[in-house]
């Protein structure tokens, strides 16, 4: 399966104004409970950690749990403060890493 991040950012937005940022990261999850045809336990392979930063400062943080979905969606608010870059980064437990990054001008 192919691991896919998927991100919705306005993509204009007046200073100030309160936007919403959306998630979501198409994840083969694993909780560690099952057993594999040979009777052993597959490894726990989950999200961790979400993080969303705006012009390489962190603006958002999950840590996530056992309870998560296999692929978690996550929406949050931030607030318009100028034009730039937000970077959308998963960590699961096997080690990898996905990103996403999208823009959002702020125009008058």
Partial sequence: ????????????????????????LKHPMETGWRENTAGEKVPRNRIHTFICEFQDQEIFRADLHSGVSADPYLAFFTTASATGKFRFTWFEDGGNVYTKTATMEVIQ
Wanted: glycine share 4%.
């Fill in 1 to 24: 399966m192919t691991v896919t991040p998927k991100v919705k950012v306005p993509a204009r937005a007046k200073p100030g104004e309160v936007v919403m940022l959306r998630a979501m």
